[in-house]
């Protein structure tokens, strides 16, 4: 009895959707010829800027999905608004081209043709890769007023940006190791293969 209505509710299907298939050929002339363009992750907004999509992609975890994630220093410093001790990070020291992007959600943050030697202990740039992928607050904490750096796609708190830096921005922003994960540019990953396999 079940089966029989389960074969009949498949027949019924199958030929509903052999129907609209044959509709479908028989408008014939014009082909759907945008399937096969845009890749299917970025289908639900039509043309909209790349910024306004950065901007919208928001990223939200819970405080134990990040911890899982995370070393437990990235997590103090990206999620409670930490600082590494100078000197301690993997970045302050590093060289390099590539980009270095934000450690929990991946956001590109800053470019190695930006980031210059500030003597101060922390990976320090003069720029961010764009404008809007770097959220700027004001921070009140310990007496100073300072501006807090966070990743504008993931909330991860980064560092705080100073008036200090070099031209042509005169800014300096102080961003911690523990926040960034770098990625080298193509190049140069094939050099360090050929290096390492010799
Ligand atoms: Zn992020």
């Known amino acids: 009895m079940t089966n029989s209505i389960i074969l009949t509710t498949w027949a019924v299907l199958t030929f509903s959707v052999m129907t609209v298939g044959c509709n479908s050929q028989n408008q014939g002339a014009t082909p759907p010829a945008d399937e096969s363009v845009s890749p299917p992750t ?26 899982s ?18 000197f301690t990070g993997k970045y302050w020291d590093h060289k390099g081209d590539g980009v270095y992007r934000c450690v929990c959600c991946g956001l590109e943050l800053f470019s190695s043709d930006t980031k210059y030697k500030s003597g101060t202990g922390w990976p320090s740039f003069w720029q961010p890769v764009a404008k809007d992928h770097v959220e700027e607050n004001r921070d009140t904490s310990y007496g100073m007023v ?25 800014q300096r922003y102080c961003i911690n190791s523990a926040s960034l994960d770098f990625e080298a540019k193509e190049s140069e990953k094939k050099d360090a293969e050929r290096t390492s396999g010799e």
């Not at 994630?69 to 100078?86: I, M, N, S, W, Y």
């Not at 300072?146 to 005169?170: I, K, M, N, Y």
């Open 42 to 67: 970025t289908s639900s907004q039509p043309h909209e800027s790349e910024e306004a999509s950065a901007m919208s992609d928001k990223i939200e975890k819970t405080e134990s999905e990040w911890q």
């Open 146 to 170: 300072r501006t807090e750096l966070e990743c504008s796609r993931c909330g991860a708190h980064l560092g705080h940006v100073f008036d200090d830096g070099p031209q042509p921005t005169g």
């Open 69 to 86: 994630q995370l070393t437990p220093e990235q997590f103090h410093v990206t999620r409670e608004k930490g600082t590494e001790p100078a």
